[in-house]
C-alpha cells in the first residue's frame, strides 16, 4: 500500500474508529514512508517514550505512591497526567525530510487522536508489566460529578503531605505532589499548614488571635443591624421604630465595651480576677434596667423579652466568632 493510498484511508477514520484501526493506519503510513525510502533516522517512538516512563519511575518513588492506598485518587491522577503529557510531548514520526505527499496533510494534527490511544496503550501496558495497581481517571465528563470528591481528596493528600515533609514550601509541595502550580493550589497548601501551625505553633497563634480581635469590629458592624431586627419584633406594637431600635443596641453595646475594658485594666493593674466577672454582672443588670426604663414594659413581660434578647446575643456572638475566626484565618 502506497503513501498516499495510507494517508487517504487515514483521512477516513475518526474519533469513535476502533483503536486498532488508527494504529494499524499508522502503521500502514509508516511502512510506506520507509518503502519510499524515506528516513526516519531510525526514531522509534515507542523506545523513546519508554526511555521517558523509565526516567520518571527512576528519579522518584512514583511507584509506591500508585501502588499506595493511602494516597488519594486524585493524586495519583496527576501522576498519570504528568506521564500522559510526557507521552504527548514525544514526537510521533519525528519526520525531518520535506515530504511531498504530506505537504497538504498536518500529519501532527490528524494523528493526534491516534497518539493519544498509543501513550494511553503503551502507560496501560508498562504498569501491568511493573504490576502497578492503578487505572486511568474518568474523562472530563464522567469527573464534573466527582469534582467536590476531588477537591476533599486534594486536601488530605496535602495534609498527609505537610506531616512528613513540613520543611517543604508551597511550589516544592506541589511539584512532588504533582498537582498545577496554580493559585487555588498554593492557597489551599498554604492554609494545610497554617491549620497545622495553628496547633503546634505558640507564635502563630498568637499572630491569629491578635487578627481574630482586629476583626471583632467588622463583626459587629453586619451583626448589629440583624439584633436590632429582633428587637423590632419584639417590640413590634411599640411606638419606636427601627432606627430608635438600632440607638438601644449600639448603646448597649457601647457599654458593654466600656465596662469590658476597666475590668480588664483594674484585673491587670490589681493582678486579680474579681473585676472583669463583676462588670459582667453589672452588664447584664444594665440590659435589663434599659429594656425595663426605655419600653417602659412590666417586669414579667421585660424579664422575658430579656431572656430572649440574651439568647439573641449569644448566637449572634457564636457567628460572629466563627464569621471572624474564618476570616482570620482565610485573609
Partial sequence: ??????????????????????????????????????????????????????????????????????????????????????????????????IEELKNFDLKSKTKNAHKLVVKEQLKSYFRKNKIQYNKPFSNKKNRNITFTSKFDKLNSFFEFYKTNKEFTPTEALDSLGYKKTRMNFFLYQKVQDANKLGEDKDFQKMYLKSIVSKISIALFFLLPILTLLYSLLYIRHRYGYTEHLVVVFNIQTVFFILLIVGILLDALLKTDFFTPLFQFLFVFYVYKTLRNFYKQGRFKTIIKFIIINMGYFFMAVIGVLIISFLAFVI
Fill in 1 to 98: 500500500m502506497g503513501l498516499n493510498s495510507s494517508i487517504s484511508n487515514f483521512k477516513k477514520l475518526n474519533h469513535k474508529d476502533y483503536k486498532t484501526a488508527h494504529i494499524q493506519t499508522l502503521d500502514s503510513i509508516k511502512n510506506s514512508l520507509e518503502q519510499e525510502d524515506i528516513q526516519l533516522n531510525g526514531y522509534n517512538f515507542n523506545q523513546e517514550f519508554q526511555k521517558k516512563i523509565d526516567s520518571f519511575f527512576a528519579s522518584s518513588n512514583y511507584k509506591k505512591q500508585f501502588n499506595s492506598d493511602s494516597i488519594p485518587i486524585s493524586t495519583k491522577d496527576s501522576l498519570y497526567q504528568v506521564l500522559f503529557d510526557l507521552g504527548m510531548q514525544t514526537d510521533f514520526f519525528n519526520l525531518k525530510n520535506e
